[in-house]
């Protein structure tokens, strides 16, 4: 018997399954949220390879903007996490391009697989590449800190190109290291996931983009 004689069993038995729904419905609500928030609004990527070093090295985390590319057009030097051509599944081009030129046609399939990369040209902008940096029209744009490579195979293409309407080309930091753009051509905006703002891991690399 409870001290004021009242049978205490029932009771405790009733407050314990309330309190057991009560946690169920909290949880259940806040894994909605995040796969939400995930799907819609802010993702979390893992840097996969060592193609964007110095700026991310491999197993670095990221989180991704989902929301912003609704209001205003990618810009040239935003990091962004995409789906490749499916030609970067085997590093080629949609179309052959003659020496000396980047790939300029990619394959219309879209690849399962998430890539991130810098944007460094948009839609009209011409574009070649000679030890490794990035010319439009004639002209070095590439102010970003990269590795920069004046001798592999893909850091020497002068032969310009011009980025066909609502593409964007990509390329890693990691001039010699990256399978890029150069390789498997340039990638319609509709398969841009969003851009990468903030690095939450490794705690010493914490920080913005």
């Not at 800190?145 to 293409?157: P, R, T, V």
């Not at 890693?172 to 890029?180: K, P």
């Not at 150069?182 to 703002?197: H, L, M, N, Q």
Request: aromatic content about 8%; charged content about 20%.
């Amino acid at each position: 018997m409870a001290p004021d004689g009242a049978p205490a069993g029932p009771v405790q038995e009733k407050n314990s399954k309330n309190s057991l729904v009560e946690l169920v419905v909290i949880v259940a609500i806040a894994l909605g949220l995040a796969l939400l928030i995930q799907a819609f609004l802010v993702k979390p990527f893992r840097i996969p390879s060592q193609s964007m070093e110095p700026t991310l090295d491999v197993g670095q985390r990221v989180l991704v903007d989902r929301v912003r590319f609704h209001f205003r057009d990618p810009h040239v030097g935003d990091v962004v996490v995409f789906k490749p051509p499916r030609g970067a599944d085997f590093n080629s081009c949609g179309k052959e391009p003659p020496p000396g030129q980047a790939c300029a046609v990619a394959t219309p399939q879209k690849s399962s697989t998430n890539f991130i990369k810098r944007i460094v040209a948009v839609p009209g902008d011409r574009l070649s590449v000679k030890a490794g940096r990035v010319y439009i029209d004639g002209k070095l744009r590439d102010p970003w800190h990269i590795n920069q490579d004046a001798s592999c195979s893909i850091c020497n293409l002068p032969r310009s190109i011009t980025i066909p309407p609502g593409h964007y080309y990509m390329m890693g930091d990691n001039r010699g290291e990256s399978a890029d753009s150069r390789e498997w051509g340039p990638v319609p905006r509709s398969w841009i996931i969003g851009k990468a703002f903030f690095t939450y891991w490794p705690p010493k690399r914490i920080g913005t983009l």
